[in-house]
C-alpha cells in the first residue's frame, strides 16, 4: 500500500468518526429534549440543560460533606461533629406548603437541629428568673436568623437568651421563639406575624432581622412575592390541569438578577422603600397586639468588608447592589424610632464571622446577638 493510500485511509477514518460523532450528539439531544418534554429553561439544547441539571445535583448532593468551614469557626469541636452540623444543615433545608404564609422549613428531629412548624428550637429556649411574669420575645428573619448550617444552641435566639442571663441576672423572665425563615424577608414575616397574632401567639418583643434577602434577591422583595412564588404559579397554571404529567422548572436564578424593563437607580430605591413600608406596618400590626418592635438592617459580606477577599468562606462578590442601597438604608433609618444599622459591623472584622458563602459563624452570631441585645429596651 503507497503512503498516499494510507494517508486517505486515515483522513477517511477521522471524517467516519467526526461523523459518528455528530450522530451520536443528535441522538443525545433527541433523547434529552424527550426527558425535558414540556419544561422550559434558560438553555436552548436540551443537552445543556441537562448537563447544567447534573452538575446543580451533584453540587447539593457534595456540598453536606464540604465541611472545612466548620472545622474553621469550631477548632474546638471534632471533625465527625462538624460533619454531622453540615450534614443536618442540608438534611433539614427543605420546605413545605404551610396555609396563608405559602410555606416553612420542614419538621425536623436531628442530633444539633430541630424545627417543628415555624418554630426553631431555641437552647437554652429563654431566661425563668422566679418572677410572675415572663416576656415573649420572638425573632424574625431569613436564613440568618434561621441559623443555617449552625446548630439550636448557636442562633441569634439562643445567644440572646444567654448574653440576657449574664446582663440581666435580677431581670425579668424571658422566653424566646426562633420564627426565623430561610429566605423570607420582611415582607414574607409580615405575613408570618399576621397569621401567629390572628391564631392567638401575641409576643410581646419582636425582633426583625433583615437586608440580605430583601436586597439580593430581590426580584421577590420589589414585586412583594415569595421566593418561591414561580413554583406556585406554575402549579396553578400548569400542574392542576396535567394530570400528574408535569415536573417544576426551577428557575431560582431570576430572583436574583436585575430588571430588563426598569431603570437600575428606581429598581434600587423601590426595593428600600418597599422594604420601609414593611417595616411600618409590622409595626402596626405589633402596636394593635401590644407588643414592642425592634429592627435591624444585618451586616452583608458584599458591603464594608474590607476583608471580604481574603476571607477563605465568604462570597467574594463586589459588584452587587448593597453598596448603593445599605448608604440609604442607614440615612433613612437613622430618623425610624427602634432600627438599628448593623451594616458595618464587618468593618473590622479579619477572623471568620461567616461559616459558608452567606450565613454567620457562631462567634459572629455571638456578637450580632449582642447588638441586639444592646438596642433591645425591656419595658
Given at each position: 500500500m503507497s503512503a498516499n493510500q494510507k494517508k486517505l485511509g486515515t483522513g477517511g477514518k477521522v471524517v467516519l468518526s467526526l461523523f459518528l460523532l455528530l450522530i451520536l450528539l443528535i441522538v443525545l439531544e433527541g433523547i434529552f429534549s424527550?426527558?425535558?418534554?414540556?419544561?422550559?429553561?434558560?438553555?436552548?439544547?436540551?443537552?445543556?440543560?441537562?448537563?447544567?441539571?447534573?452538575?446543580?445535583?451533584?453540587?447539593?448532593?457534595?456540598?453536606?460533606?464540604?465541611?472545612?468551614?466548620?472545622?474553621?469557626?469550631r477548632p474546638d469541636s471534632s471533625k465527625e461533629v462538624n460533619r454531622r452540623i453540615a450534614e443536618e444543615a442540608m438534611e433539614s433545608n427543605r420546605f413545605i406548603q404551610e396555609s396563608w404564609i405559602e410555606f416553612r422549613n420542614m419538621d425536623y428531629n436531628g442530633r444539633y437541629m430541630h424545627m417543628s412548624g415555624v418554630n426553631r428550637r431555641s437552647s437554652p429556649d429563654g431566661f425563668y428568673n422566679n418572677t410572675d411574669d415572663t416576656l415573649d420575645i420572638y425573632f424574625f428573619g431569613g436564613s440568618t436568623m434561621f441559623g443555617f448550617n449552625v446548630m439550636d444552641n448557636e442562633t441569634i435566639p439562643s445567644q440572646f437568651a444567654e448574653l440576657y442571663k449574664q446582663?440581666?441576672?435580677?431581670?425579668?423572665?424571658?422566653?424566646?421563639?426562633?420564627?426565623?425563615?430561610?429566605?423570607?424577608?420582611?415582607?414574607?414575616?409580615?405575613?408570618?406575624?399576621?397569621?401567629?397574632?390572628?391564631n392567638g401567639h401575641k409576643p410581646d418583643v419582636a425582633v426583625f432581622l433583615d437586608g440580605i434577602n430583601d436586597f439580593w434577591f430581590a426580584t421577590a422583595a420589589y414585586y412583594r412575592q415569595s421566593y418561591f412564588s414561580y413554583v406556585f404559579r406554575q402549579v396553578f397554571d400548569k400542574g392542576l390541569r396535567s394530570n400528574g404529567n408535569f415536573q417544576l422548572v426551577d428557575t431560582a436564578d431570576n430572583m436574583f438578577m436585575d430588571p430588563k424593563n426598569v431603570p437600575l437607580d428606581e429598581y434600587n430605591r423601590k426595593l428600600v422603600v418597599n422594604y420601609f413600608e414593611n417595616i411600618s406596618n409590622i409595626k402596626m400590626m405589633c402596636d394593635m397586639a401590644g407588643?414592642?418592635?425592634?429592627?435591624?438592617?444585618?451586616?452583608?459580606?458584599?458591603?464594608?468588608?474590607?476583608?471580604?477577599?481574603?476571607?477563605?468562606?465568604?462570597?467574594?462578590?463586589?459588584?452587587?447592589?448593597?453598596?448603593?442601597?445599605?448608604?440609604?438604608?442607614?440615612?433613612?433609618?437613622?430618623?425610624?424610632?427602634?432600627?438599628t444599622f448593623l451594616g458595618d459591623m464587618l468593618k473590622h472584622?479579619?477572623?471568620?464571622?461567616?461559616?459558608?458563602?452567606?450565613?454567620?459563624s457562631p462567634a459572629f452570631i455571638k456578637k450580632v446577638a449582642g447588638q441586639i441585645l444592646d438596642a433591645v429596651k425591656f419595658e
Open positions: 424527550m426527558v425535558l418534554y414540556q419544561q422550559y429553561g434558560p438553555e436552548k439544547a436540551a443537552a445543556v440543560e441537562v448537563l447544567k441539571t447534573v452538575k446543580n445535583r451533584f453540587t447539593k448532593r457534595v456540598f453536606p460533606l464540604d465541611d472545612k468551614a466548620h472545622n474553621l469557626v446582663k440581666y441576672p435580677n431581670g425579668k423572665s424571658i422566653r424566646v421563639l426562633n420564627f426565623g425563615t430561610p429566605t423570607y424577608y420582611s415582607y414574607q414575616e409580615l405575613m408570618l406575624l399576621s397569621n401567629l397574632i390572628y407588643a414592642k418592635a425592634f429592627f435591624f438592617a444585618q451586616p452583608s459580606p458584599f458591603y464594608n468588608y474590607p476583608n471580604q477577599q481574603k476571607d477563605p468562606i465568604c462570597f467574594k462578590d463586589t459588584n452587587t447592589r448593597f453598596n448603593y442601597i445599605y448608604p440609604l438604608v442607614k440615612k433613612q433609618g437613622s430618623s425610624v424610632n427602634d432600627f472584622e479579619n477572623g471568620y464571622p461567616f461559616i459558608d458563602g452567606l450565613h454567620y
